[in-house]
Nanobody
Framework: QVQLAESGGGLVQAGGSARLSCAAS????????MGWYRQAPGKQRELVAF???????TYADSMKGRFAISRDNAKKTVYLQMNSLKPDDTGVYYC?????????????WGQGTQVTVSS
């Protein structure tokens, strides 16, 4: 099993920055991706960004240029640096780990951390 523990977030003013962290523990395979999804009130969960175990990032179009994802494999931790935050970025941010060695691909989720951007 894999456990994901998120930290960071909170209340941020528009235009400000925030950094989220997610530490993984448990049985983590070598080939995986870690990333972030978010869910705004009344909306579906959407992809923010993910990064492969090889360090290749992918971003949702609306996050490009404002958000930066990185990971420290030794610490089994993924980070999301969020800049120029907007009220529309408000939501619960969920950490995700995909086990790419399993078929079908197994998804693990953190409990989520709230990010509120005030105008």
């Amino acid at each position: 099993q894999v456990q994901l523990a998120e930290s960071g977030g909170g209340l941020v003013q528009a235009g400000g920055s925030a950094r989220l962290s997610c530490a993984a523990s448990g049985s983590i395979v070598g080939l995986n991706s870690m990333g972030w999804y978010r869910q705004a009130p009344g909306k579906q969960r959407e992809l923010v960004a993910f990064i492969t175990s090889g360090g290749i990032p992918t971003y949702a179009d609306s996050m490009k240029g404002r958000f930066a994802i990185s990971r420290d494999n030794a610490k089994k931790t993924v980070y999301l640096q969020m800049n120029s935050l907007k009220p529309d970025d408000t939501g619960v941010y969920y950490c995700n780990l995909k086990d790419l060695q399993s078929l079908p691909i197994k998804n693990y989720w953190g409990q989520g951390t709230q990010v509120t951007v005030s105008s």
